[in-house]
């Protein structure tokens, strides 16, 4: 008998599948469907999350969803614009919405995009925030400088060097989530 797919989560810091990030992750999915996962993408523009502390926010059923969902997943896809050398507000805020019950012990590939040179602080800063909820970011990377220039008109990045670390880190999200599903 065939085993579970594993089940992805894409999680993007800007609203929407139009978005830099929304195509970034759209394209990891894409890698992870080749690959055999079931993947899903939560889209904010149909489905947004209040802000915590928000009134009304403990009861928005759209958040008990969005924490069932996380709860179903094996691994999570994720990709922030910098915003300030650091996460947008809309990635932390969906981070979050989530706790250790969620999404400990779960797999996670960081991304981040850049409207300038690439570098590492939103993915470092992402990488403490996901080991506090005790998630596990392969060590895997990629962050995409000028990103306005980075993809073609289909949605591929344009770049093959990033195009293929892209696949490396998709490739080593899947292998890391079946480790650690199998272990439990
Ligand atoms: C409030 C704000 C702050 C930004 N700060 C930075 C920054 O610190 N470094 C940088 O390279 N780009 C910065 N940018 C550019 C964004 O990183 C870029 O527009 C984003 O990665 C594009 O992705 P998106 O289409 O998903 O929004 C900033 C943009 C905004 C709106």
Redesign the pocket.
Known sequence: MGETPLRIMGL?G?YGKS????MLVDLALKKASELGADVMFWDLTEQPLPLVGAEGCWSDPITKKFQEEASNCDGFLVSS?????TMSGVMKNTFDWVYEKHVGGKVFGLMA?????ENSNTLNHMRIMVRWLHGIAVTQQLAI?H?KEAFDEDGNLVNEDSNQRLQTLVESVLDTARIYRNSQ
């Open positions: 993007s800007s978005s830099k990030n929304g614009p910098e915003y300030h050398g995009t850049l409207g300038g040179m400088g990103v």
